[in-house]
Structures are given as C-alpha cells and as structure tokens.
C-alpha cells in the first residue's frame, strides 16, 4: 500500500522560514516526478515546486521561484521543500504528489497524494 506524509507544517510569522517533508512508503521515490501542491481555503490545488527525483532536475512557479527550494533524499525515499521569506499568501494546505501520470502542474496528474500539511504565516 503506498503512502505519502507530510510533515513539518506549522505557523510561522512573515519573511520566516519552515521545512516540509514528504515521506513514502510502499513506493519509490527515486524514479519519477514529485510534486509539491498548496490549496489556499476558496481556491484551486496549484503545483507549486516539482523534483525528477532519479535526475534531480526541478522546475518551480514564479510565486515561489527563488524562495522555495525542493530536494530529495533517495536513501529516505523523502522529498523536502524548503520555504524561506514566507508571504502571508503562502498559507495554504501543502501536499504532495507522486507518480506523474498527466500534466505536471496539474492536481488530476498524479497517482498518490500525501493528507496534507496546514502552513499559516502571519503578518
């Protein structure tokens, strides 16, 4: 059975600083694109920072470009996303994606999707 799970949401004050990760199970993550998402409450889920985690090539939205850095960890089958100078608008639900099947940045183009990690920032 494959699992993701985030984790290392929280609240945070403008221009701070969190960590989230992505951790699998029964599925690796060493293969093929994954994909961090946010869903702000009324809005659309966006693709925000995606990782080819064999190649390590990673593509990013200019909301977050320059901010936002996303990695992988083979050995722990995790990917993080780094999150630095937060914005208020940056508060959002954060999830994970894997298994690319569509268009990347699109939320009907994946597999498995991690619960969700709620991200505040305040300002």
């Known amino acids: 059975q494959v699992q993701l799970v985030e984790s290392g949401g929280g609240s945070v004050q403008a221009g701070g600083s969190l960590r989230l990760s992505c951790s699998a199970s029964g599925y690796s993550v060493s293969s093929n694109w994954v994909t961090w998402f946010r869903q702000a409450p009324g809005k659309e889920r966006e693709g925000i920072a995606a990782?080819?985690?064999?190649?390590?090539?990673?593509l990013y939205r200019d909301s977050v470009k320059g901010r936002f850095t996303v990695s992988r960890d083979t050995s722990k089958n995790t990917v993080y996303l780094q999150m630095n100078r937060m914005k208020p608008e940056d508060t959002a639900m954060y999830f994970c994606?894997?298994?690319?099947?569509?268009?990347?940045?699109?939320?009907?183009?994946?597999?498995?999707w991690g619960q969700g990690t709620q991200v505040t920032v305040s300002s």
């Open positions: 990782i080819h985690t064999r190649f390590g090539g990673t």
């Open positions: 994606a894997a298994e690319l099947t569509g268009n990347i940045w699109s939320s009907s183009g994946y597999k498995y």
